[in-house]
């Protein structure tokens, strides 16, 4: 059953709709339980869709991508932004390549501990074990990589010294996205800004890959910074997972409402019992003493 809002949650409600441009189920145990944050998280996550450095559809595929991703996985979140996007008039080819740009995240795996292993193995004086010259196949591969892509890293040298087929299992997973181009080059690689800056991956060696990229292909000071704020917003799941499951635990399927203004009458009936309770009590009126009956004479015989 759905809780009675008092008017300024009401309000609350209207304003958040009229900043942010939808309103989510997600949201309504935190308009009960704490109006306020709910208010300042508002004016937070509606300040980068002011500045109108990106396009709504592009700002809700960022969304998409984040909340799909293999270190947050935020399935409630996915699907609000999921509506939003197709209301921005976004195709499901455009979502299978975002989330395509996001399934190759786990290869930061690599990225950053094979490095680190040959750093380790070179101190120990085991260099020679992990320092390896191409053969012409990855040669070949990475000539490929980087042609596909636009772009190599010293983070892949070690992969593919180390281990040429996985190294090519990876170009074939992660160069669709490259060879397709449903999305422009440029919102590509803002994608994969947001992923890897995003508060559930923060990784750095990656980001810079993409800052590159971006800026390569046009991408202005705005439209990066715009990225990095729409990103941050995902810290709020923090609430809109924690406070259904708050409630779960305390045996509540909906935040209590809040208490409703009492009306005048309901306001005059406490005045009027306390009135009652001053005014000193009324003496009973006393009864007028009956007479007695009189007397009936003697009837003559």
Not at 8 to 20: G, H, Q, S, T, Y
Not at 96 to 108: L, N, P
Not at 205 to 216: G, N, T, V
Request: charged letters at 25%; one cysteine or more.
């Amino acid at each position: 059953m759905a809780q009675q809002l008092d008017a300024r949650r009401i309000k609350l409600k209207e304003d958040f709709i009229k900043a942010r441009g939808y309103w989510a189920s997600l949201w309504d145990n935190v308009l009960l339980l704490d109006p306020e944050f709910l208010e300042a998280y508002m004016y937070y996550s509606a300040a980068p869709l002011k500045t109108g450095a990106l396009e709504p559809k592009v700002k809700e595929l960022i969304f998409i991508a984040i909340d799909a991703s293999t270190t947050h996985q935020h399935y409630q979140g996915l699907k609000v932004h999921l509506g939003n996007a197709k209301r921005y008039g976004a195709t499901q080819e455009e979502i299978m390549e975002v989330y395509q740009i996001a399934s190759v995240q786990g290869i930061h795996t690599l990225m950053l501990g094979v490095p680190l292993m040959i750093e380790e193995m070179k101190g120990m004086g085991r260099g020679s074990e992990v320092q390896r010259q191409l053969t012409p196949r990855q040669v070949e591969l990475k000539q490929r990589f980087t042609e596909t892509t636009g772009h190599w890293s010293h983070l892949l040298d070690g992969i593919l010294q180390l281990t040429p087929d996985f190294f090519e299992s990876y170009l074939g997973l992660s160069t669709p996205p490259y060879k397709n181009q449903v999305l422009p080059p440029k919102v590509r690689e803002l994608i994969y800004i947001a992923i890897a800056s995003s508060s559930t991956s923060l990784y750095g060696p990656d980001l810079r890959i993409h800052i590159k990229q971006a800026l390569k292909h046009g991408a202005t000071i705005e439209e990066i910074m715009e990225t990095y704020m729409c990103t941050s917003v995902l810290g709020i799941h923090a609430l809109t997972l924690g406070v259904p499951a708050m409630l779960e635990v305390w045996g509540q399927s909906n935040a209590p409402a809040p208490p409703a203004k009492a009306s005048a009458k309901a306001k005059s009936a406490p005045a009027k019992k306390a009135a009652a309770k001053k005014a000193p009590a009324k003496k009973p009126a006393k009864k007028a003493a009956k007479k007695p009956p009189a007397k009936k004479g003697k009837k003559k015989k």
